[in-house]
T-cell receptor, first 113, second 114 residues
Framework: DSGVTQTPKHLITATGQRVTLRCSPR?????VYWYQQSLDQGLQFLIQ???????AKGNILERFSAQQFPDLHSELNLSSLELGDSALYFC????????????FGEGSWLTVV | AQSVTQPDIHITVSEGASLELRCNYS??????LFWYVQSPGQGLQLLLK??????LVQGIKGFEAEFKRSQSSFNLRKPSVHWSDAAEYFC????????????FGAGTILRVKS
């Protein structure tokens, strides 16, 4: 158990819908990351937050957004969902914003039908 | 830009045999290097990491990896594989200049035959 908690574990939704994935980082970790794992693209970095502020951005679609709240939990919002958004979405956390080990949660499986 | 290459998509070894999974990276500065393992339907578990210092690093479950700057490699090794090691293994490189973003390789699926 890495200490990173993600909910829900599985989610099935229809195209065009919107979903929110939630992540609680390890106790004491200030930085949160979101990654997407799909069969065709592998593991892709989406976005990083540090202590509530966006720190780095990767291949995140405009239909996706994220935030980190004062209690340090984070949410990834996926809207106007398409079939191709079906993937495993990982949250990860680390103590600082760089130079630290990143610990991953078990992921949220999103299926868009 | 950073990149990570894991040249072997699948590897099959016999239980008890030794294992080496290859990882090559492309990065201008000194990288942070990681190996993660993912069992079917599971999350990513950290096996080991290299930040600096001794180039041979020990990890969990009997794994080790060696950082070779001249070859831009960070190969994962285990002297004797157990059936429970069957999983997918990911090499990743991170940097300090751009947050703590990790770039992952495509992964190597390890099959263990008895």
């Amino acid at each position: 158990d890495s200490g990173v908690t993600q909910t829900p574990k599985h989610l099935i939704t229809a195209t065009g819908q919107r979903v929110t994935l939630r992540c609680s980082p390890r106790s004491g970790d200030l930085s949160v990351y979101w990654y997407q794992q799909s069969l065709d693209q592998g593991l892709q970095f989406l976005i990083q937050y540090y202590n509530g502020e966006e720190r780095a951005k990767g291949n995140i679609l405009e239909r996706f957004s994220a935030q980190q709240f004062p209690d340090l939990h984070s949410e990834l919002n996926l809207s106007s969902l398409e079939l191709g958004d079906s993937a495993l979405y990982f949250c990860a956390s680390s103590v600082e914003s760089s130079g630290n080990t990143i610990y991953f949660g078990e992921g949220s499986w999103l299926t868009v039908v | 830009a950073q990149s990570v290459t894991q040249p072997d998509i699948h590897i099959t070894v016999s239980e008890g045999a030794s294992l080496e999974l290859r990882c090559n990276y492309s990065y201008g500065a000194t990288p942070y290097l990681f190996w993660y393992v993912q069992s079917p339907g599971q999350g990513l578990q950290l096996l080991l990491k290299y930040f600096s210092g001794d180039t041979l690093v020990q990890g969990i479950k009997g794994f080790e990896a060696e950082f070779k700057r001249s070859q831009s490699s960070f190969n994962l090794r285990k002297p004797s594989v157990h059936w429970s090691d069957a999983a997918e293994y990911f090499c990743a490189v991170g940097n300090m200049e751009y947050g703590n973003k990790l770039v992952f390789g495509a992964g190597t699926i390890l099959r263990v035959k008895s």
